[in-house]
């Protein structure tokens, strides 16, 4: 025994093994194509950022960058560095930095982990992953749409149910400015009622003193100035434009005008998707628009918009509406005797993959009869057997495995040289 003391995972960081990670597999290859059938083109940002990216980006008074970031000076060179929280802020700045999105508008996804200092529980980790989506240099309503449509198109392809569309709009930073005198007087005058966190905020961040779930603010929070009632003639014809199309496309919504999501970037739409059946973290999808984003980070002045979708809670979702069987490790299990049976299988496995079919060969020398138990645990569909006999007459002996099957059970010779031919024609 080692004398080496075991080392557990970090808290709020999930291992995924098999059958779990086909799962998660096959999820990525739908959402890849889902977005090809949108023109969307993958951008890989590095999971490592300077810290003052995404202060700037996600906003200095916010949960995030106040105290969920998980951020280390780099003693090599003393630069504040921090850990993606999101993938907005590098994309943007990827963008600015290699002259993306001023030739023409782009659209772009990325998908992978990101990391915030959470308290964990069931659908909020501290590593998690994204699937994140943005359209640069897009004015919208158009787009603002598409994404939404686009959204409601991979719920559909999943087969989730229960998931529903709340929308607001933030209108512009004229219109938040004016909401804003207006809710700071209200949060004021009810200055009694308020938690410590929601009095730190008050003044540099009110907006997200309504965003509460203090029960004692309930009231105070629902009888405050709405930032929806302030809006502009153009604001509200930017809402209503994507309200037509949302309507054009058959998709269902609640305004929800409480709705302000907690990154400082937005403006005009934002939207979430959110579900009952996920627990307390019920948010499946978050996004909008952040006109202002790209000119804050340094660029030329351009509008975007975008989401993000979190993969643990999509796939926990996922499993609920489109529950399957563990996947098998492969079609066939080729199991042996002697040393060069087992060589003359590794042989057949090889033409078998050849073929397009998934094999395994048992690895190590033990007994048919616990080679046929691992057979079966594989889940493969048959059994290809190589012994003394099969070598001396150059057939396989293949034997069906699956209940279910009308074969199963059966078995039948097959020569060599016809394996691959014949086993591709019934799987
Ligand atoms: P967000 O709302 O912070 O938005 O995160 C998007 C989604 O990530 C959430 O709706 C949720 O599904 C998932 N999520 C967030 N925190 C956790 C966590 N601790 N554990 C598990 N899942 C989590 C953004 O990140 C924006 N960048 C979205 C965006 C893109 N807006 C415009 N473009």
Redesign the pocket.
């Known amino acids: 025994m080692s004398e080496f003391k075991k080392v557990a995972g970090l808290t709020g960081m999930k291992d995924a093994l098999p059958p779990e990670t086909a799962r998660w597999e096959r999820l990525e290859a739908i959402v890849r194509d889902w977005l090809a059938g949108y023109g969307y083109q993958n951008l890989r940002t590095p999971v490592l950022e300077h810290t003052r990216l995404f202060a700037r980006g996600i906003g200095e008074v916010t949960d995030?960058v106040e105290k969920e970031m998980y951020s280390f000076v780099d003693p090599l060179n003393d630069e504040r560095l921090t850990m993606r929280?999101?993938?907005?802020a590098g994309i943007v700045r990827s963008a600015i930095e290699h002259n993306f999105l001023y030739d023409r508008p782009r659209r772009v996804y990325a998908m992978g982990p990101?990391f915030?200092h959470?308290r964990p529980q069931r659908?909020?980790?501290?590593q998690?992953h994204?699937i994140?989506?943005?359209a640069l240099g897009f004015p919208g309503p158009d787009v603002d749409a598409e994404l939404i449509v686009m959204l409601a198109r991979l719920w559909r392809l999943l087969g989730l149910k229960d998931i529903r569309l709340e929308l607001n709009s933030l209108g512009q930073a004229a219109e938040r400015a004016a909401h804003r005198a207006a809710l700071v007087a209200h949060l004021e005058k009810h200055v009694d009622v308020l938690d410590e966190e929601a009095r730190r905020r008050m003044h540099s961040n009110p907006l997200r003193v309504l965003d509460t779930k203090n029960p004692a603010m309930q009231d105070m929070a629902n009888a405050a100035p709405r930032l929806f009632d302030f809006l502009g003639a153009e604001s509200l014809a930017h809402y209503r434009g994507l309200c037509d199309r949302l309507d054009d496309a058959g998709i269902a919504y609640t305004l929800n005008p409480r709705l302000v999501?907690?990154?400082d970037?937005?403006n005009l739409t934002v939207f979430?998707w959110v579900t009952d059946r996920l627990g307390a973290?019920g948010?499946?999808?978050?996004?909008?628009r952040?006109d202002g984003l790209i000119e804050l980070l340094g660029g030329k002045p351009a509008p975007a918009?975008?989401?993000?979708?979190?993969m643990?809670?999509?796939l926990d979702l996922w499993q609920q509406d489109a529950p399957d069987q563990d996947p098998a490790e492969c079609q066939i299990y080729l199991v042996h005797q002697g040393d060069e049976a087992q060589r003359r299988a590794a042989q057949i496995a090889e033409s078998l993959r050849d073929a397009g079919l998934r094999a395994l060969v048992h690895a190590g020398s033990t007994g048919f009869k616990s080679q046929f138990r691992r057979a079966d645990a594989s889940g493969a569909v048959a059994a290809v057997v190589i012994g003394g006999d099969e070598l001396a007459s150059g057939q396989a002996t293949v034997k069906w495995l699956r209940a279910g099957d009308a074969g199963q059970g059966q078995q039948e010779s097959i020569a060599f040289g016809q394996l691959a031919g014949k086993l591709q024609q019934r799987i």
């Open positions: 995030i929280p999101e993938f907005t990101v915030r959470e659908g909020r980790y501290r998690f994204q994140d989506v943005e999501r907690g990154l970037y937005y979430e973290q948010t499946v999808c978050g996004g909008g952040y918009v975008g989401f993000a979708i979190g643990e809670r999509l």
